[in-house]
């Protein structure tokens, strides 16, 4: 690229256009998993949707892969050159209380719209942390704190707004063009840069919250225990447990430093009472160290998971089950728990309920039958996401003959997001759709940098 090449192009967008070594290069191009970091040639911090289009016409021009970065949360291939597209700038949010929706900009997070609806009496499909970007997250199905009751977010769009690879801005709804709807709503970013995102938002302005917190070796049995409460549980019971090696440090409270802990999270959408008698059972799984379950505004919902919102260098892996009975628990413990090789924190998330509902508009998020979503995480703290790879390897491994597939939101990033990861995602007949699809949409692959999903053979037959 010549100079005035960037001098034109920073011409004629209103964010920023960086280069490396500029002051506020490193800022930018930093996200929420500090494993990893994009290295592009150019970044251009776009401040609204015509900053996009300029941004993927350069691309184009100049043959450079595009990335695109709200948060960073959901990262899978860093960017070693190309040019990189955050979208932090885009911050618009307007709610509809009468047709119950919100439309974001790009770069608006979940901390944002829930204040906006709350008023209302109405909330997003967020996740467990406000603080993770909305599109990217929607756009990858969603496994929100409310999945069992609500669903998957993804099947909440109603319209986008989309810049593909030939620098066109496009609006973008299962009406007016059903095939790249159904293909953007699942593929993420592979079909282009949405600006714009409406959806519906949910009748909720309070939950029945919070959880139960056990020590993982005076109290073996929780896993088995928990799993057999969830599978009688009705729809508005949102749940989940995780594993969580707590560190002996003065901020965690004193029952739980330095312990192996079960954390049961709940999110009940019915009424307190019957919440606190549904979650009685789960006194019985084993002592419990700290309880802390409440009627509260959903306003105050990140509070049930707690995950700080600082950024961190962490790497993730992502399982579906299909079932979890006395061999995936043992496989867990023996393989993630108290005395793995690497710390790593293990969350089992109960689906079903209205995620095994077909969308009202067809999209491409698939596994809707597993009741299960397992995800791994381990923070990077002294040690590299390579050192992790025998833990994870052997464990996913073991897992292989209950796993029904993955789910792109929870994926890594290096190996974990690679193109058997990726196939793991979908469907296969719906892959074989996408591939088509980006061959008409995306030809040259310039989204690339992502769970990515490559064009199909020029004479692979045409999408429908």
């Not at 995780?242 to 999110?267: Q, S």
């Amino acid at each position: 690229m010549k100079h005035a090449d960037i001098q034109t192009l920073a011409s004629r967008v209103e964010g920023p256009v960086l280069l490396p070594g500029d002051e506020g290069y490193d800022e930018e191009r930093t996200g929420a998993n500090l494993a990893v970091r994009h290295e592009p040639e150019v970044i251009v911090g776009a401040a609204r949707a015509e900053d996009v289009q300029e941004a993927v016409r350069f691309a184009a021009e100049h043959g450079l892969a595009v990335a695109v970065q709200c948060t960073g949360h959901g990262y899978a291939a860093a960017a070693r050159g190309g040019l990189l597209v955050t979208t932090g700038r885009m911050a618009g949010v307007e709610v509809d209380p009468d047709q119950r929706t919100v439309t974001v900009e790009a770069g608006v997070r979940f901390e944002q719209v829930i204040p906006a609806a709350a008023p209302y009496g109405l909330a997003p499909l967020n996740g467990s942390a406000p603080h993770v970007g909305v599109v990217s997250y929607v756009l990858g199905g969603g496994v929100g704190l409310l999945v069992r009751t609500f669903g998957y977010a993804a099947d909440r769009v109603r319209r986008l707004e989309l810049v593909t690879a030939d620098g066109e801005l496009r609006t973008v709804t299962a009406d007016g063009d059903p095939d790249l709807y159904w293909a953007v709503v699942g593929g993420r970013d592979n079909f282009g840069i949405v600006t714009r995102l409406e959806m519906d938002l949910v009748p909720v302005d309070r939950v029945y919250g919070g959880g139960f917190f056990y020590d993982a070796e005076a109290a073996p049995g929780v896993l088995t225990a928990y799993v057999r409460w969830a599978e009688g549980m009705p729809r508005e019971m949102n749940s989940s447990v995780a594993l969580i090696p707590m560190p002996d440090d003065p901020e965690v409270p004193e029952p739980m430093r330095g312990r192996h802990v079960y954390h049961v999270r709940i999110a009940y959408t019915g009424g307190a009472e019957e919440g606190e008698r549904l979650v009685a059972p789960l006194r019985e799984a084993g002592p419990v160290l700290m309880e802390a379950l409440r009627d509260m505004p959903y306003t105050e919902s990140a509070s049930i998971h707690d995950e700080p919102p600082a950024p961190v260098p962490f790497q993730r892996e992502t399982t579906l089950l299909r079932e979890v009975g006395d061999d995936v628990v043992r496989t867990l413990l023996e393989h993630a728990g108290p005395q793995a090789p690497v710390p790593c924190v293990v969350e089992l998330r109960h689906l079903g309920g209205a995620v095994s509902a077909p969308p009202e508009r067809p999209n491409s998020v698939a596994h809707r039958d597993a009741p299960y979503l397992l995800s791994v995480v381990t923070l990077l703290f002294g040690i590299t996401a390579e050192d992790t790879r025998p833990l994870y390897e052997k464990l996913f491994h073991a897992l292989g003959p209950f796993s029904s597939g993955a789910t792109l939101n929870f994926l890594g990033f290096g190996a974990n997001a690679g193109e058997d990861r990726v196939r793991a995602a979908y469907a296969p007949a719906d892959l074989e759709r996408l591939a088509r699809l980006k061959a008409v949409h995306d030809p040259q692959n310039l989204f690339r940098l992502n769970y990515n999903v490559p064009p199909a053979a020029s004479d692979a037959p045409p999408a429908h």
